[in-house]
Structure formats: structure tokens, C-alpha cells
């Protein structure tokens, strides 16, 4: 198999992961990420998450609200470089229910990969901010 399939294969199962998480189940990005404490996640809620423990738990906080929703990668381009690869695509949000408030909308992302052991993983993500989720994590906070 070409490496830009096996990297295929690994952003198949960073969405799996991250629709479970869409529709509440915590701790699914065990197996789709890197557990290095040099992974970055920049999440369409704001912010900036370094290290696994913080990405993980910046995912279980999602899920701890999130209920419903489709979250589909559309437009993938992905490029490898050696033990690197990166994809860009667009991220279309459907249905999604956060804290009772349904969101629907694209951002674009960008999602590095490292080969570790044979196995390619997640040790970058970064989406545009999405401004419903602002709005419903503002009102959130305000409560």
C-alpha cells in the first residue's frame, strides 16, 4: 500500500473518531493520535491545546456536550514527505448538536501526520474557528 493511502487510512480513522465524539462517546482519539507531548490541536472552539493529556481532554470536553452530528471531510488533499504528511480538506459540520443547539457549517483544516512505528498518526490539528460553537460556548460560560 502507497503511504499516501496508509495516511488515507489514518485520517478515515481521525473522523471515525471524531463523529463518535460528535455524538458524546468520550476517549476516541486513543488510537487515531500520537500520545507525545509534542501534539498540537487547534479546534474550531478557539484556542490552543500542546501535549496528548490536554488534545485528549480538549476532545472529552467536546463529547461531554455534543449529542448528534455528521462531521465529513470533503475536498482531501493529502501530501507525504518521508515519515511526514499532511492533508488539507474541509471540514462540513451537519446536524451537529452541541449543548442542545444544532450547527451546521464548513471550515477548513489542516492535519499533520507522523509515521511512528509503522503506523501513521495525528500530531496536528487545526480548523477555522466555527462562530455557532463560540456562541454556544459563550452561553455556556455565561450560565
Known sequence: MSSENEVR????KFY?????MAKGEKNTMNDAWSHKSSV???????G????WEKVNESFNQVAQIASQ???LLKDQSIQVSGNMAFEIGIEQLQKVL??????NGEVRVTNIYQKESE???MIHHHSDTHTGMLEV???LQSK
Open 69 to 71: 452530528g455528521t462531521i
Open 40 to 46: 498540537t490541536a487547534m479546534h474550531p472552539i478557539g
Open 16 to 20: 471515525t473518531a471524531l463523529n463518535r
Open 48 to 51: 490552543r491545546e500542546i501535549g
Open 119 to 121: 503506523t501513521w498518526k
Open 137 to 139: 460556548l459563550k452561553k
Open 98 to 103: 452541541i449543548a442542545g443547539e444544532e450547527l
Open 9 to 12: 487510512e489514518a485520517s478515515h
